[in-house]
């Protein structure tokens, strides 16, 4: 997971600083209406604690953090499939606030522009930065790219671990939840089916030893 985006411009200050402080004390509430001592010493410092690590994890809802798509013109005219699989991704799921979690595979056909390769996994990073449903991030990370690099298509597929359907509820641990979505030509297109070519690259193990 790339560290970059951690740099984090911070336009509202003081707001930004009363707002995790208001996180904090919500959650000192929550411990205390479930009966924990708060003064005991691993508790103590928790609120706050959970408070800076929601300020990042839902970083991705603040609009100042929106990654800057830098595209560059294709001036080698590539006009195939562009796909960088095996993206790590966290999220928190909406309904529970329990990460869900796992990798995202995102290509692109070029049309006027091409984008750096590490912008795709930042954009799945932000997104994934916000309470989500796995269907939604999707859907974001297809739409972001489709509107800012203008490509002549897109295809994203995530496959996720979600902790909510884990450690609780229907409790089926190591289950995976898949999503597809696609935009522009992702069909055939000069003779070539690029939504088959994206799938049989995913069904490949890999050669680069990781
Ligand atoms: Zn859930």
């Known amino acids: 997971m790339e560290r970059e985006g951690k740099k984090e411009k911070s ?3 003081k707001d930004c600083s009363e707002r995790r402080r208001r996180i904090a004390k919500s959650i000192r509430e929550i411990l205390e209406t ?3 001592d708060i003064a005991r010493s691993d508790l103590r410092d928790t609120p706050s604690r959970v ?7 839902f970083r991705g809802e603040r609009e100042e953090n929106e990654p800057k ?6 001036d080698e005219g590539y006009r195939s499939m562009v796909m960088v699989r095996d993206i790590p991704f966290y999220s928190m799921c909406a309904h529970h606030l329990v990460p869900f979690f796992g990798v995202g595979h995102i290509g692109y056909i070029p049309a006027e522009s091409i984008v750096g390769l590490s912008k795709l996994a930042r954009v799945l990073e932000h997104f994934a930065r916000r309470p989500q449903v796995q269907e939604r991030l999707t859907e974001q990370v297809a739409d972001f790219l489709q509107k800012k690099l203008n490509p002549r298509g897109v295809m994203v597929v995530l ?10 509820g229907v409790e ?5 939840t898949m999503t597809t979505t696609t935009r522009g030509t992702f069909d055939v297109e000069e003779g070539v089916d690029y939504r ?3 799938l049989r690259h995913l069904l490949r193990p890999g050669s680069v030893p990781r």
């Open 172 to 176: 089926k641990p190591g289950a995976l």
């Open 11 to 13: 336009p509202c200050g």
């Open 69 to 74: 798509l830098t595209v560059f013109p294709n």
């Open 34 to 36: 479930l009966g924990f």
């Open 159 to 168: 496959e996720a671990r979600h902790l909510c359907m884990e450690m609780r």
């Open 196 to 198: 088959k070519e994206f």
């Open 51 to 57: 408070a800076e690590m929601y300020w990042e994890i």
